[in-house]
Structure formats: structure tokens, C-alpha cells
């Protein structure tokens, strides 16, 4: 079975920092671009960043770059968000995802989430 | 980068049509997939490949892409369609959502 797993969420300050880790199992995880897709209170989803399957390019939203890193360890079969200078417009529920490829381009396999709060 | 713009809410009565559109720039060159919503859940793909439906998606479901629109209609909404729905691209940016669409059934 497919499955993915945050972890690392939390409650932190402004300027804080935090490491969100999403564990896959199921799939043949280098062969897939990941993502990380947050979504606000009440609001939609946002891509946040992505990763190809051997790591050698990303991208992130424009609005973010410079203070997000991601990075995946393939033989762990693991994805990291590494988010700095935190302000409480990040506080969101952060999603591991990716394309299986069943529907085509279509983000499909979703992880249940990684609530993150910024907040004093 | 590319915008997505859909209408924050549709509402229809049971039974009728309900269309959703999502709007951006050469959109119809793109593939454009739609996402379901329902409260507290994850996302669930209901239409991809512009007009795919996934074979667990009931036929009532539709999407169509074409100039700068694309459009997911849900022909006979029923109560259990209500949702926000979210169309979706990635193709060599970033993957892009549209804003969503509350849809109201009653």
C-alpha cells in the first residue's frame, strides 16, 4: 500500500525554525518528483516546493524561495522541508505528495498532513 | 508564473448542472486536472488529462479545457458533491492550484 507520512510539525515563534520529514513507503520512491503543498486555515492549496527523484533540481514557490529547503534521501525513502525565518502567514497544514503517474500529471497520493503553527 | 483563477462559490439545486471554471493564461495548452475536497480530508482527483475521469469517479463528472478555460461540470449535483473543488496544473513550474470553488448544493 501507498503511503505517506509527515512528521515534524509544531507550534513555533516568528523567525523560529522547523524540519518537516515525510516517510514513503509503497512505491519506488526515487523514481518520483515530490512535493510539498500547504494549505491554510480556510484557504486553498499552495505548491510550496518539489524535488525531482534523484534530487538534482527543485523548485519552489516564488514567494518562498530563500527561506525553504527541499531535500529527500532516497535510501531512507524520505522528504524534508527545511523552513526558516518562520512568520504566521506559514502557519498552514503542510502535505507530502507526489504523481503517481495513474493520472497522469494529477497530484493523486496525498499524505495526511503536517500542521504547522507560527505564533508567539 | 501561472495564476489560476476560479470563482469562490457556485451554488446550484439538486439535480441541476453545476460548472466550475478555472481560468489562466493558454490554459487549454496545458493538461489541467480537478480536485475534490470535503472538509478535514485530503484532496481526491475527480477529472485529470483535461476530461479523465478516474474509474472510481461517477459519471456525472466532466471537465473540458479549451483557449484560456478550463471547466469541471457536474451534471445532476447531488448532495454529496458538495465540496471545494480546486483545479491544478504542473507542467514545468511549480505545481499551480487555482484558488477553489465552494460548491453549494441545496
Known amino acids: 500500500e501507498v503511503q505517506l507520512v509527515e512528521s515534524g510539525g509544531g507550534l513555533v515563534q516568528p523567525g523560529g525554525s522547523l524540519r518537516l520529514s515525510c516517510t514513503a513507503s509503497?512505491?519506488?520512491?526515487?523514481?518520483?518528483?515530490m512535493h510539498w503543498v500547504r494549505q491554510a486555515p480556510g484557504m486553498g492549496l499552495v505548491g510550496v516546493a518539489q524535488?525531482?527523484?534523484?534530487?538534482?533540481?527543485?523548485t519552489y514557490a516564488e514567494s518562498l524561495k530563500g527561506r525553504f529547503t527541499i531535500s529527500r534521501d532516497n535510501g531512507a525513502g524520505t522528504l524534508f522541508l527545511q523552513m526558516n525565518s518562520l512568520t504566521t502567514d506559514d502557519t498552514a497544514l503542510y502535505y507530502c505528495?507526489?504523481?503517481?503517474?495513474?493520472?497522469?500529471?494529477?497530484?493523486?497520493?496525498w499524505g495526511q498532513g503536517a500542521m504547522v503553527t507560527v505564533s508567539s | 508564473s501561472l495564476e489560476l483563477t476560479q470563482p469562490p462559490s457556485v451554488s446550484v439545486s439538486p439535480g441541476q448542472t453545476a460548472n466550475i471554471t478555472c481560468s489562466g493564461k493558454?490554459?487549454?495548452?496545458?493538461?489541467t486536472s480537478w480536485h475534490q475536497q470535503k472538509t478535514g480530508q485530503a484532496p481526491v482527483v475527480v477529472i485529470f488529462?483535461?476530461?479523465r475521469r478516474p474509474s472510481e469517479i461517477p459519471e456525472r463528472f466532466s471537465g473540458s479545457n479549451s483557449g484560456d478555460t478550463a471547466t469541471l461540470t457536474i451534471s445532476g449535483a447531488q448532495a454529496v458533491d458538495e465540496a471545494d473543488y480546486f483545479c491544478?496544473?504542473?507542467?514545468?513550474?511549480?505545481?499551480?492550484f487555482g484558488g477553489g470553488t465552494k460548491l453549494t448544493v441545496l
Open positions: 509503497g512505491f519506488i520512491f526515487s523514481n518520483y518528483w
Open positions: 505528495t507526489y504523481a503517481s503517474g495513474w493520472h497522469g500529471s494529477a497530484i493523486d497520493v
Open positions: 488529462q483535461d476530461s
Open positions: 491544478q496544473v504542473w507542467d514545468n513550474d511549480i505545481v499551480t
Open positions: 493558454k490554459l487549454g495548452r496545458k493538461y
Open positions: 524535488i525531482s527523484g534523484d534530487g538534482t533540481a527543485t
